[in-house]
């Protein structure tokens, strides 16, 4: 089965800190990394995605950190602000078969003023 | 900001009743998908079509069905509702070109 192994589960940070999510993937198809963010009530949103071919995608105060070799990829969120407040999730997917996204488990994030 | 429609928001339903699930979206995607998300938890694929008049089962089993006759309408049925179908249906959608799944705000179902 293929799986996207996300942690932690939840996430406590002070405003201004730095949040940081990680997942771990085990199909080396997978070649597109999303993470969306979901705010209570709402669908999820993509937030940043990466692929394969770069170690680091930045946008704004979110960067994703990927390492190829260890099938593992990471959201950072620099300076951490209450809108942060949200369930973060990673997938993957893969272009052969269905391109189905797979997502992992979640991460509620809850940043403190 | 994707335009992708679910209706109705809450639904609170008895057991064994019939409901639809209504999901449009006008950005003319020719893929799109049902999710199941218990609150907080991960988001399960549940059905997918990639056109008009294709569907596919998810990879998490589920007693609903779809159906797929316009490109912009994806409705999800579920014939006899139970308790056991109490969660959250989420809608996307995507164009192939594209990799972006785009979420509707969901449905969230509580079967009595």
């Known amino acids: 089965q293929q799986q996207v192994k996300q942690s932690p589960q939840s996430l406590i940070v002070q405003k201004g800190g730095i949040s940081i999510i990680n997942c771990a993937y085990e199909n080396t198809a997978f070649d597109y990394f999303p993470w969306y963010q979901q705010f209570p009530g709402k669908g999820p949103a993509l937030l940043i995605a990466i692929r394969p071919d770069v170690s680091e995608k930045k946008e704004g105060r979110f960067t994703i950190s990927f390492n190829k070799s260890a099938k593992q990829f990471s959201l950072h969120i620099m300076d951490s602000q209450p809108g942060d407040s949200a369930t973060y999730f990673c997938?993957?997917?893969?272009?052969?078969?269905?391109?189905?996204?797979?997502f992992g488990t979640g991460t509620r994030l809850q940043v403190f003023p | 900001e994707a335009d992708i429609y679910q209706t109705p928001r809450y639904l609170v339903i008895g057991t064994g009743k019939k409901i639809t699930l209504e999901c449009s979206q006008t950005?003319?995607?020719?893929?799109m998908y049902w999710y199941q998300q218990d609150p907080g938890m991960e988001l399960h694929l549940i059905h997918y079509s990639y056109g008009v008049n294709s569907t596919e089962k998810g990879d998490l089993s589920s007693e609903s069905t779809v159906s797929r006759i316009r490109t912009e309408h994806f409705p999800l049925t579920l014939e006899s509702a139970r308790p056991s179908h109490t969660s959250q249906y989420l809608c996307?959608?995507?164009?192939?070109?594209?990799?972006?799944?785009?979420f509707g705000p969901g449905t969230r179902l509580l079967v009595l």
């Open positions: 996307a959608s995507r164009d192939s070109s594209r990799e972006t799944q785009y």
């Open positions: 950005m003319g995607h020719d893929k």
């Open positions: 997938a993957a997917s893969s272009p052969w078969g269905t391109d189905k996204l797979i």
